[in-house]
């Protein structure tokens, strides 16, 4: 009992501490919760779970053990996951150009699920977690129960960065100041993928 339970503390720890680290998400969030609020930005923090919950699914059927055979199947979702995020790069700047609050897009919860599925920073940390955390083993409760604590940890994690951003929209209420952040941001966005790519 007191292993599982340090078990579960360290995967607790491990997903608020790797939610709260820079990565494609967080970077949108923050720029969503600059530009929409936290109650917006909700749908998407919604789409990362279910789309965190869809690939802790797809590695306990084995997909794990796919990339583990096939690395070119990782490599190539390294690098859609980066024109995905080219994409949303240019759509923040864009954004910057809007005149009308309204007329900024927002990625939304599907967008957000769909996008789990290429984000390289995603399949990492959930790789790393379930090797380290789950193994070999086939128990069914215990993985329910692993995921269960890595995603009620790991949504306050993201939840701070949409309140992060929208802290930030009463200091940058001049279209100008919003612009440069909006800018900044998608730069940031787009070196997130570094890592992951080169690294």
Same mark, same amino acid.
């Given at each position: 009992?007191?292993?599982?339970?340090?078990?579960?503390?360290? /995967?607790?720890?491990?997903?608020?501490?790797?939610?709260?680290?820079?990565?494609?998400?967080?970077? @949108?969030?923050?720029?969503?919760? #600059?530009?929409?609020?936290?109650? %917006?930005?909700?749908?998407?923090?919604?789409?990362?779970?279910?789309?965190?919950?869809?690939?802790?699914?797809? #590695? @306990?059927?084995?997909?794990?053990?796919?990339?583990?055979?096939?690395?070119?199947?990782?490599?190539?979702? +390294?690098?859609?996951?980066?024109?995905? /995020?080219? @994409? #949303?790069?240019?759509?923040?700047?864009?954004?910057?150009?809007?005149?009308?609050?309204?007329?900024?897009? %927002?990625?939304?919860?599907? %967008?957000?699920?769909?996008?789990?599925? /290429?984000?390289? +920073?995603?399949?990492?940390?959930? /790789?790393?977690?379930?090797?380290?955390?789950?193994?070999?083993?086939?128990?069914?409760? +215990?993985?329910?129960?692993?995921?269960?604590?890595?995603?009620?940890?790991?949504?306050?994690?993201?939840?701070?960065?949409?309140?992060?951003?929208?802290? #930030?929209?009463?200091?940058?209420?001049?279209?100008? @100041?919003? %612009?440069?952040?909006?800018?900044?941001?998608?730069?940031?966005?787009?070196?997130?993928?570094?890592?992951?790519?080169?690294?």
């Amino acid at each position: 009992m007191n292993e599982l339970f340090s078990s579960l503390v360290g /995967i607790a720890i491990f997903g608020f501490v790797t939610s709260v680290t820079p990565g494609p998400n967080n970077t @949108y969030l923050l720029t969503s919760g #600059m530009n929409f609020g936290v109650r %917006r930005s909700l749908a998407y923090v919604n789409g990362i779970m279910v789309g965190l919950t869809l690939m802790f699914a797809a #590695m @306990y059927l084995g997909v794990g053990s796919l990339f583990r055979a096939f690395p070119l199947i990782q490599e190539v979702l +390294k690098y859609v996951g980066f024109g995905y /995020i080219l @994409y #949303m790069a240019y759509s923040i700047v864009s954004s910057s150009f809007v005149h009308k609050h309204e007329q900024i897009e %927002r990625a939304g919860f599907f %967008r957000a699920t769909a996008f789990q599925l /290429i984000n390289p +920073k995603a399949w990492i940390v959930l /790789i790393s977690m379930y090797a380290t955390f789950i193994g070999d083993s086939t128990d069914l409760t +215990k993985v329910g129960l692993v995921l269960a604590v890595f995603l009620v940890a790991t949504y306050p994690g993201a939840v701070i960065w949409a309140a992060f951003g929208e802290l #930030m929209a009463g200091w940058l209420s001049k279209p100008t @100041y919003r %612009r440069v952040f909006n800018v900044s941001a998608a730069i940031l966005l787009v070196l997130s993928m570094v890592p992951a790519l080169f690294l």
